[in-house]
């Protein structure tokens, strides 16, 4: 399995079209726990991305084996996003998405531990991810995550937050 890192911005719409396939989609029975359906931020983003919108604070690992296996996605974000106040430790969220002849066999880790490096690299001190069912919370967890209290509006169940040391500010 090969794993590359992209600024999102620079990925092709050629790419960008094939992702489609590794987004989380109601019709395929991705639910959350409550069962309302579980939508793509991911595919939104691909399609604002595809209309010309820029996302110059994304990142995607895409992990390939002949063909995409999963992708995962770190946007950071600078200001709290209730009150709008400079962070003093720099927040990505993160999302990810594996094919199911792909899963269990250490993908889904592999992309998170690529996406801190590239939080990292980049300044990222806290790494969050929504946690909205019990395979997303468990496996999360299973990654280092701790549970944090609802943070992100929005976001329908927990979060959970992952802590990159060591966290260096960029530029020191």
Known sequence: MKYNHYRFDDLS???LRRLYDL???????DVRDDGLSAGSLFRSQLDDRLMGESFPNSHVVLASHFRYAGWCMV???DFDLETGRRLTVPNAMVGFYVRP???RQGVGKRLIQEASEVARKNGVGRLLAN???KSSRSFFLSCGFE???FYVPGWVRGV???DLQPYRAVGT
């Open 13 to 15: 719409p050629v790419v």
């Open 147 to 149: 549970e944090v209290e």
């Open 131 to 133: 946690t909205w069912n």
């Open 23 to 29: 987004t989380n989609s109601p019709d395929r029975g």
């Open 101 to 103: 002849e792909f899963r």
């Open 75 to 77: 946007t950071r974000h």
């Open 160 to 162: 959970a937050a992952l």
